[in-house]
Nanobody
Framework: QVQLVESGGGLVQPGGSLRLSCAAS????????MGWHRQVPAKERELVAV???????DYADSVKGRFTISRDNAKNTVYLQMNNLKPEDTAVYYC?????????????????WGQGTQITVSS
């Protein structure tokens, strides 16, 4: 089994910064990509940022220039540095990983999600 454990959420004032971390553990053969999504009530979950193991990154237009994604491949960990936070960044943030896992004699390519961490940007 594979688990993603997030940390670093909380309450911050507009213009402030936060750093999220997400560590993947379990029966992992290799990770293709790790990233972050976010969701607010009554809206679909949206991509915030993603980074492939090869180093390619993609960001939502709304966070470009403010958020930076990075990974420690040796630790199967992804980070999201969030600067100049705005009230519209308020959401539950979910870590996401696309990876190869071994189950019995089978190698499977699967998506895994963290439990989510709340970020609230408010004065």
């Amino acid at each position: 089994q594979v688990q993603l454990v997030e940390s670093g959420g909380g309450l911050v004032q507009p213009g402030g910064s936060l750093r999220l971390s997400c560590a993947a553990s379990g029966s992992i053969l290799s990770i293709n990509a790790m990233g972050w999504h976010r969701q607010v009530p009554a809206k679909e979950r949206e991509l915030v940022a993603v980074q492939t193991t090869g180093g390619n990154t993609d960001y939502a237009d709304s966070v470009k220039g403010r958020f930076t994604i990075s990974r420690d491949n040796a630790k199967n960990t992804v980070y999201l540095q969030m600067n100049n936070l705005k009230p519209e960044d308020t959401a539950v943030y979910y870590c996401h990983a696309k990876l190869f896992t071994k189950q019995g004699l089978s190698v499977l390519f699967r998506d895994y999600w963290g439990q989510g961490t709340q970020i609230t940007v408010s004065s």
